[in-house]
């Protein structure tokens, strides 16, 4: 837990902010009873960047806290935060088809919980 804590202090705030909003806008959005499971790729142009974007990330993560480098682990996390601006901006994630819906909060759900596997990012001063 210490080497994540200095790990996030050692990122530049700009960084750190973005880390922030990732987590952020990822997590507010979810539901209590958002359903479980692995998102597919969806069918909107934002959609698909967001959802290759995380999972082209996530494969890094994993050999990054397994290496013990968190803090670039933490800057890749942050990475995802244009995609996730554009994503918010282009797709309406509350859509009336149930399926297209729960398969939006899904990927919202994945991106909260493995930013929140990493550290406790609601801490972040930007959050």
Not at 10 to 31: C, M, P, Q, Y
Not at 68 to 79: Q, S, T
């Amino acid at each position: 837990a210490k080497a994540r804590a200095e790990a996030i202090v050692a990122l530049d705030a700009e960084t750190r902010s973005k880390l922030g909003e990732v987590f952020k806008r990822a997590t507010n959005i979810l539901a209590k009873d958002t359903p479980e499971g692995e998102p597919t790729e969806g069918t909107e142009p934002a959609e698909k960047a967001l959802h290759q974007a995380f999972f082209s990330a996530r494969e890094s993560l994993e050999k990054l806290t397994a290496a013990g480098d968190y803090e670039a682990a933490f800057a890749k996390l942050a990475e995802l935060a244009g995609p996730l601006g554009t994503y918010f901006d282009d797709v309406l994630i509350m859509a009336d088809d149930e399926e297209v819906k729960n398969n939006r909060l899904r990927l919202m759900r994945v991106i909260s919980e493995t930013c929140g596997s990493l550290a406790q990012l609601e801490v972040l001063g930007s959050v």
